[in-house]
Structure formats: C-alpha cells, structure tokens
T-cell receptor
Framework: ETGVTQSPTHLIKTRGQQVTLRCSSQ?????VSWYQQALGQGPQFIFQ???????GRGNFPPRFSGLQFPNYSSELNVNALELDDSALYLC???????????????FGPGTRLLVL | DQQVKQNSPSLSVQEGRISILNCDYT??????FLWYKKYPAEGPTFLIS???IKDKNEDGRFTVFLNKSAKHLSLHIVPSQPGDSAVYFC??????????????WGLGTSLAVNP
C-alpha cells in the first residue's frame, strides 16, 4: 500500500505566473482534499474532489482550481499567483467522501511554494 | 476569525512527564474534534479524535478530554517521549451538518520533549 505523494516538493514562481501541483492518492482512495498552510498557520481547506467532481470548497478565489483523474490522482492549479500564495500545499486522500475530513484521511508531505 | 484556537505556540516538557496541549473553540456547532501530529517535512498524521457526545477518549499514551460547556479540549500525553516532539494541531468539524469535509484547524503547538 503506497502512501500519498506530492510533487514537486519545492517550487519558486514569480507573481502573476501559474502553477500546477500534483498529488497521488493512497491506493484505493477516491477522495482527495487540498489544504493551504501558510507559515505559522494551520491548514486551510481549499476544496475536495470525489470521483472526479468537486465536492466542496473553502474560501478561496476561483483562480484556485483543481482536477481529479480517473485513477484518483489530483492537481491543484493556481493562476495569477500572488505573494500571499506562498505556503505549504497539502493534499490528503481518504477512502470515501464520508471520511473526507476525519481520522482515515492521509496527508502527503506537501509542496512548498514560494512566490517572489 | 480563528474558530479553533491553540494559544500556546510552544511547550517544553521532560521525558517521562505529562504533556498537556490545549485547544479552545468558538463555534458551538462543532461536534467532532481531532488532533494531528506533524513532523517537519511530513504531512499531518491523525492522532486521536473525540465526538461531542463524549468527554474523554483514550488511546494508549494519548487521552483527549472535551469540556463542551467551556468549549475547550485538551490532549494529554503520558508519559512523554522524545519521539513525541512535533507540532500538534487541533481541528474541528460539523459532522452532523453533513459538512464533514471541511476541517477547521488551529495554529498548532510545537511540543519539545527533552531527554
């Protein structure tokens, strides 16, 4: 059983650029959630995908978008990057949407994004 | 508006002693609470949880206490071990509302257990 993996581990972009972050869910998991964790803060829920459909969204603007693929891997896309987008982006997968925010949610190590 | 508050950014305890991490919340609609542990360069890992219908849940060295009237919960680690040194996050959700996908997190408390 493989864990949740994310790529890249680190990324540097400039303001206004676009970025795509990737997440491979734990084997058999069909639900993925994305979180933003700014320095010194707790994770903030961005959105969740369940079987390739968005299934809930936090207070993030539309320039944050996502995709989930048939193999349940996922992407987070951020357009028109701003300095405040600098953060650790965490992906978490779970077996079913009902467990999408609970004890059977497994987190990846995150992608650290720096926007200059 | 921080709905889940961990007012102590850091805590230092001696190995073998008790570690007590505190968490307060403002939203009385929260009905499920979780604690996560996070090591550097790793994602958070689930530690222990408690439903609002209970006031205590125990799992080995870890016990979570919930005081609903005070909107306060605490995580006790007994005995503390150096490997427990990590950042601990408290998180809450409104499971009964069906909004179980959205966890609200605190800012975390960095625990250092000294040998």
């Amino acid at each position: 059983e493989t864990g949740v993996t994310q790529s890249p581990t680190h990324l540097i972009k400039t303001r206004g650029q676009q970025v795509t972050l990737r997440c491979s869910s734990q084997s058999g998991h069909n639900t993925v959630s994305w979180y933003q964790q700014a320095l010194g803060q707790g994770p903030q829920f961005i959105f969740q995908y369940y079987r390739e459909e968005e299934n809930g969204r936090g207070n993030f603007p539309p320039r944050f978008s996502g995709l989930q693929f048939p193999n349940y891997s996922s992407e987070l896309n951020v357009n028109a990057l701003e300095l405040d987008d600098s953060a650790l982006y965490l992906c978490a997968s779970s077996l079913e949407v009902s467990e999408g925010a609970g004890k059977t949610q497994y987190f990846g190590p995150g992608t650290r994004l720096l926007v200059l | 508006d921080q709905q889940v508050k961990q007012n102590s950014p850091s805590l230092s305890v001696q190995e073998g002693r008790i570690s007590i991490l505190n968490c307060d919340y403002t939203n009385s609609m929260f009905d499920y609470f979780l604690w996560y542990k996070k090591y550097p360069a790793e994602g958070p890992t689930f530690l222990i949880s408690i439903s609002s219908i209970k006031d205590k849940n125990e799992d080995g060295r870890f016990t979570v206490f919930l005081n609903k009237s005070a909107k306060h919960l605490s995580l006790h680690i007994v005995p503390s071990q150096p490997g427990d040194s990590a950042v601990y996050f408290c998180a809450a959700k409104r499971e009964s509302a069906g909004n179980n996908r959205k966890l609200i997190w605190g800012l975390g408390t960095s625990l250092a257990v000294n040998p």
